[in-house]
C-alpha cells in the first residue's frame, strides 16, 4: 500500500495542486503543502504556528494546584482519570500507530522518566503524578485558553495544547540523531502520539467536562483575588489632585528659573536695579471717561485709516455700554 502511495506521489509530482493555506505547490496529491501538513498533524491547526509553552500557563498550574487541595475532584473522576492514563490494551497485532501510543504512555507509569521538580510560574514544586496533579496541568491549560475566549486556538488545536502539556510533564528519551554532538533536546512528540492521545482524551466526556467546569471556576476565583488585591492597592490620585500637583510644581520651577536667570545676568538693567518688593507702585493710569465718537471714519483703504475705525469701534462699544448702564440705574 505505502508502494502505491509512493508511486501516485511520483506520478503527480508535476501536477499543479496548490496549498489550501499559502498557495505554494504540494505534492500533487495533497490539498497542504508540507509545512501546513506539519502544522494540522502535530498542532490541530494550520493555523497555529507553534506548541504552547508551559510558561504561558506555569502560574495557572498553581493556581488549579491550590484549588484542588481546597475541592479534591470526586473519586469517579479520579478512577476515570487513571484509566485514561493507563496505556489501552490492544488485540494483537497492533499497528504501528497503536503501538507508538502504548510506547509513549507506558513511560507514564516508569519512574526513570519521571521529573523531580517542575515549576508553577517561578516557584519550584515536586513534581506530582498524581492523577490529580495531572489534572491540575489540563485545568491550567483549559483555563489558559478560556481566558482567551479560544482566541488562538482555532480547529483542534486546543485539545492538541493540552495533550501536548501532558506529554512534556515526563522526561523523554533522548535523541542522538541529526548530528548533534550534545543532544540536550528529547525527541519531539509524534504527530501520531498527539493524535492518539486526543481521540483518547475526546472519549473521557465526563473528565473534560469536569476540565472545563474546573477551569472556569479558578478563573473567576483568580479574577475576584486579583480585583481585591487591585483595591488594595495605595490610592491612585483624580485628575483634579493631579492637576493641582502640576501647578505646584510648575511654579517652584518657574522661581528656581528666574532666580537661575537673575543669578546670571550679568548686565544689570535699570528696572532691576529698582525691583523692590517695598517700592510703592504707581497707581493704574485711569481711563478715560467713555465719549460719543461720533460718526464712524471714512475707510478709504490705508492702514491709518484702518486703525482709525478700530479705534471708533472701541470707542463706540464703550459709549454704547455706558449708555446701556446710564439707562439701567
Ligand atoms: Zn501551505
Redesign the pocket.
Same mark, same amino acid.
Given at each position: 500500500m505505502s508502494e502505491s502511495i509512493q508511486s501516485l506521489r511520483k506520478a503527480n509530482k508535476y501536477t499543479d495542486r496548490r !496549498?489550501?493555506?499559502?498557495?505554494?505547490q504540494?505534492d500533487g496529491l495533497s490539498s497542504? !503543502?508540507?509545512?501546513?501538513?506539519r502544522r494540522r498533524g502535530k498542532l490541530g491547526s494550520?493555523r497555529v504556528t507553534r506548541q504552547l509553552r508551559h510558561r504561558d500557563y506555569a502560574f495557572l498550574v498553581g493556581i488549579a494546584t491550590k484549588y484542588l487541595k481546597k475541592n479534591p475532584p470526586q473519586s469517579n473522576i479520579i478512577e476515570s482519570m487513571l484509566r485514561f492514563l493507563q496505556p489501552p490494551g490492544m488485540v494483537r497485532p497492533i499497528t504501528r500507530k497503536q503501538e507508538l501510543l502504548i510506547t509513549e504512555m507506558s513511560r507514564w507509569s516508569d519512574p526513570r522518566y519521571r521529573n523531580k521538580w517542575t515549576d508553577h510560574g517561578g516557584y519550584r514544586r515536586k513534581a506530582n503524578y498524581t492523577p490529580t496533579g495531572i489534572l491540575a496541568v489540563l485545568i491550567a491549560v483549559k483555563a489558559h485558553v478560556e481566558e482567551r475566549d479560544g482566541v488562538g486556538f482555532p480547529h483542534d488545536s486546543e485539545d492538541f495544547a493540552m495533550m501536548f502539556a501532558l506529554t512534556r510533564l515526563w522526561r523523554r528519551p533522548r535523541s542522538l540523531s541529526r548530528g548533534m554532538k550534545n543532544a540536550k533536546y528529547s525527541s519531539k512528540v509524534s504527530k501520531t502520539v498527539l493524535t492518539g492521545l486526543v481521540k483518547r482524551w475526546r472519549e473521557y466526556t465526563m473528565v473534560g467536562v469536569y476540565v472545563l467546569q474546573t477551569a472556569r471556576a479558578i478563573l473567576a476565583e483568580y479574577r475576584a483575588s486579583e480585583a481585591e488585591r487591585i483595591k488594595s492597592l495605595p490610592k491612585t490620585y483624580t485628575q483634579e489632585e493631579m492637576r493641582k500637583m502640576y501647578e505646584v510644581q510648575q511654579a517652584e520651577r518657574r522661581k528656581r528659573e528666574e532666580a537661575e536667570a537673575k543669578a546670571k545676568r550679568i548686565v544689570i538693567d535699570i528696572p532691576s536695579l529698582f525691583d523692590r518688593k517695598d517700592e510703592p507702585k504707581l497707581p493704574p493710569v485711569p481711563e478715560p471717561e467713555p465719549f460719543d465718537p461720533g460718526s464712524r471714519p471714512v475707510n478709504d483703504g490705508s492702514a491709518p485709516a484702518a486703525a482709525a475705525i478700530m479705534k471708533w469701534c472701541k470707542d463706540m462699544e464703550r459709549w454704547q455700554k455706558h449708555l446701556r448702564e446710564k439707562a439701567t440705574t
Open positions: !496549498c489550501d493555506e499559502c498557495h505554494r504540494t497542504l !503543502c508540507k509545512l501546513h501538513l494550520v
